[in-house]
């Protein structure tokens, strides 16, 4: 395998560095009037601009060029018709397959994959119905008015974040919440506000080994018994989403309340599946096929359109362009959407549990900079908290925007006539402020005394991706998830990394079991694994009260 380095694309790349980085933002538009009008690429409902990035027409071609030289065009392939990519785990990467048409076609390891996630569906769509309409009742005969998913990682932020941002389309009067922490105030706050007789429980785990799910569900199950009095009323108040059939009924919930996905879906890719159960209760099976239909359209267009115009492959090579050849450290996401605020959350295990690897696929270290670090809040509170540093500090933090025409709703009624467009005003009153910037002449020219201008003065020159969406549907949800799952898929592919693995997960997890002991035994126990680990165990256990 060839390092991505040292082929003639990447120095071409690293020797058109050295021209553009030098160029501001004003002079690049300046210079090519058909700037904007090139610098456009529409997926779906997806419009992007990013004419406001440090890159001239041949920066694209560059760039595009190294992903054909990565190969990922045969990896598009290679991943969509059901090769074994994730090679530490021998295993196919088929989250697409999550979405396809009933009529599509897709045998994988002499599995009829459409046919199973099209099974799956149905019967995740029977359930929500009978649930929404209030045929499927609690064990006291009441129907249920809240959904609480207990899951962390992938089986809790994909389904959390779709929740948040679909919830104004819940329309069967039922609401959701989301457990994931070992803390237990995570799970001791929702079931102080919630009613068991009207509660469902959904057990979401892939494994159904994981330690912070189990415990929760353990802790969930307990209190619904003694509320309800009666152990039978697990059955009517506990459903499991899982691959792991046995494990869920040893847990004790039936395995026909069990929604089933398969070890092709990773964790952070799942909640267009039996994972997102929750939310098709909550919004319902129409909706839902609507979202999944998103997905689709976007997997679509990363499959066939050339890459100068593949919003996922674009963007993900001007993640690289930053990440490899300016020194970028993070990556700002600043949706202009409360209804997005878990987005930033979600993205970083989507990309950081992916890409954030320092081995090759074949186990050899690389050499570049790999995994972007994805941060961000919504527009516009963090235009009052942390803009600042995107403005005028010293580090070079590239940032996706992205707004909507149109709000679910507007607050006209309330007397708040305009807010959205306000909203809108904000977001776009940021990207150009973030490339053009203001001059210490121009400020001084204000009249700003000498002493301030340079205080004052907005380098500018800071890139930013616009992407703006008519509205945030079901739909364009699943586009926009879509997308960024794409832009991920495509930096592993130029990377040569396995972005389906996460080894880097498990040594921690382990030695959290083997730490517990020692916090909790009546008697002081040897065995923590470095001396600042053993001095901090005595402590704690100090503090607790217990024996040192
Ligand atoms: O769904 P589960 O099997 O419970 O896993 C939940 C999460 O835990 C793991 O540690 C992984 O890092 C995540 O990728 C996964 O989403």
Do not use: C
Request: negative net charge; charged residues 20%; without cysteine.
């Amino acid at each position: 395998m060839t390092d991505i380095t040292e082929t003639a694309e990447w120095s071409a790349l690293a020797e058109h560095h050295a021209e553009v980085s030098v160029r501001h933002l004003r002079e690049l538009f300046a210079e090519d009037p058909e700037r904007v009008g090139r610098m456009n690429v529409t997926a779906a409902d997806l419009y992007l601009d990013y004419s406001k990035h440090r890159v001239t027409a041949e920066t694209v071609r560059l760039l595009t060029a190294l992903a054909g030289a990565a190969g990922l065009r045969e990896r598009i392939e290679a991943m969509l018709t059901g090769e074994h990519i994730n090679v530490s785990e021998d295993r196919a990467v088929l989250h697409t397959a999550l979405r396809l048409p009933r009529d599509a076609r897709l045998v994988v390891d002499g599995q009829d994959v459409v046919r199973d996630v099209h099974e799956v569906l149905d019967r995740m769509a029977a359930f929500s119905d009978r649930v929404r309409s209030g045929e499927w009742t609690g064990h006291t005969g009441k129907p249920i008015r809240t959904v609480v998913n207990i899951g962390i990682g992938g089986s809790d932020l994909g389904p959390a974040m779709a929740y948040e941002a679909l919830r104004d389309y819940a329309d069967a009067g039922i609401t959701a919440r989301f457990v994931s922490n070992i803390d237990p105030a995570d799970i001791t706050r929702v079931l102080d506000e919630v009613d068991p007789e009207q509660t469902l429980f959904i057990v979401a785990s892939k494994t159904f080994g994981t330690l912070e799910t189990l415990t929760n569900a353990k802790v969930a199950r307990q209190w619904l018994v003694e509320r309800l009095g009666d152990d039978k009323a697990v059955a009517r108040h506990f459903v499991a989403v899982s691959t792991n059939a046995e494990r869920v009924a040893e847990f004790g919930i039936d395995t026909d309340n069990m929604f089933g996905f398969w070890d092709w879906v990773g964790g952070r890719y799942s909640f267009d599946g039996a994972i997102g159960l929750s939310l098709m209760v909550v919004v319902g099976p129409e909706r839902f096929r609507e979202m999944l239909a998103g997905f689709h359209a976007m997997d679509e267009h990363f499959r066939t359109a050339p890459f100068e115009e593949n919003m996922p492959v674009l963007m993900a090579m001007l993640g690289v362009w930053y990440t490899d050849f300016f020194g970028a450290q993070t990556h700002a996401v600043l949706p202009y959407s409360q209804r997005l605020a878990r987005f930033p959350a979600y993205l970083q295990q989507l990309t950081m549990e992916s890409n954030g690897k320092s081995v090759r696929a074949d186990g050899v270290p690389v050499i570049a900079q790999t995994g972007e670090i994805f941060w961000g809040e919504p527009g516009t509170n963090g235009q009052h908290a942390f803009y600042q540093l995107l403005h005028q500090g010293t580090r070079l933090v590239p940032a996706d925007f992205i707004g909507f025409a149109e709000p679910f709703r507007d607050a006209a009624a309330e007397g708040g006539e305009g807010m959205h467009d306000l909203l809108t005003a904000n977001l776009l009153a940021q990207t150009s402020a973030l490339a053009f910037g203001k001059t210490a002449d121009e400020i001084a020219a204000e009249g700003t005394p000498a002493a301030v201008v340079p205080h004052k003065v907005m380098p500018g020159n800071r890139p930013t991706s616009t992407i703006l969406a008519p509205k945030l549907t079901p739909s364009v949800l699943g586009q926009l998830v879509a997308l960024y799952e794409h832009i991920t898929f495509t930096q592993g592919v130029v990377w040569g990394i396995d972005s389906f693995d996460q080894w880097g997960v498990e040594l921690g997890k382990v030695m959290a079991n083997q730490l517990t002991p020692a916090l909790t035994a009546q008697e002081p126990q040897d065995g923590a694994p470095d001396p600042s680990t053993a001095a901090l165990v005595r402590r704690y256990r100090a503090l607790r009260g217990r024996r040192v």
